[in-house]
T-cell receptor
Framework: RKEVEQDPGPFNVPEGATVAFNCTYS??????FFWYRQDCRKEPKLLMS???SGNEDGRFTAQLNRASQYISLLIRDSKLSDSATYLC????????????FGIGTKLQVIP | GAGVSQSPSNKVTEKGKDVELRCDPI?????LYWYRQSLGQGLEFLIY????????KSGLPSDRFSAERTGGSVSTLTIQRTQQEDSAVYLC????????????FGQGTRLTVV
């Protein structure tokens, strides 16, 4: 089983729609979680950290479910500019902080 | 510069040649990561540095790949006897201390082996 698993998509959604992505991780010792965004042919950039209590940043909501070992990203009122690949990132301690990226979920927002 | 800098931005090399890829992390960042991304694929972890030490080299795909970091700053990734399957974008990232902190990526080196 992969350490971090994501549905690669693509998810094609109309403008204004709400879309949610899940990401599962295999190591229960994982400590920190993030969502990164990667635009086509660009480098990944941090979108938001994921906190145990859940957190919201504008139209974006991230949640963590430790019992089921998954994190989620919800995007409300999708914009054309949200089209990108969303990477789930899990950090665990193993004598050092190991950061593992998921394969990414591709989102295409359609006019 | 303020960000992570990688050079060259593009490299075309002949099969069998050696290549060196360079990464200048953000000043003061102790953690440095190398990843590889093939077209349409996710990020493949290669190696992680904390300071000059590499506690995790598990992602290096073969003994043709090696990396070093000197002075806790610049890192070079060397690929010997390049093969066509080595063609990919090689991304470097750095973070303040590698602990629950944002990783900043360079723009990558696009390597093409012909």
């Amino acid at each position: 089983r992969k350490e971090v698993e994501q549905d690669p998509g693509p998810f094609n959604v109309p403008e204004g729609a709400t879309v949610a992505f899940n990401c599962t991780y295999s190591n229960s010792a994982s400590q920190s979680f993030f969502w990164y965004r990667q635009d086509c042919r660009k480098e990944p950039k941090l979108l938001m950290s994921v906190y145990s209590s859940g957190n919201e940043d504008g139209r974006f909501t991230a949640q963590l479910n430790r019992a089921s070992q998954y994190i989620s990203l919800l995007i409300r009122d999708s914009k054309l500019s949200d089209s990108a690949t969303y990477l789930c990132v899990v950090e665990m301690s193993g004598g050092y902080q190991k950061v593992t990226f998921g394969i990414g979920t591709k989102l295409q927002v359609i006019p | 510069g303020a960000g992570v800098s990688q050079s060259p931005s593009n490299k075309v090399t002949e099969k069998g040649k050696d290549v060196e890829l360079r990464c200048d992390p953000i000043s003061g960042h102790t953690a440095l990561y190398w990843y590889r991304q093939s077209l349409g694929q996710g990020l493949e972890f290669l190696i992680y540095f904390q300071g000059n030490s590499a506690p995790d080299k598990s992602g290096l795909p073969s003994d043709r790949f090696s990396a070093e970091r000197t002075g806790g700053s610049v890192s070079t990734l060397t690929i010997q006897r390049t093969q066509q399957e080595d063609s990919a974008v090689y991304l470097c990232a750095s973070s303040l201390d590698g602990v629950a902190t944002e990783a900043f990526f360079g723009q990558g080196t696009r390597l093409t082996v012909v």
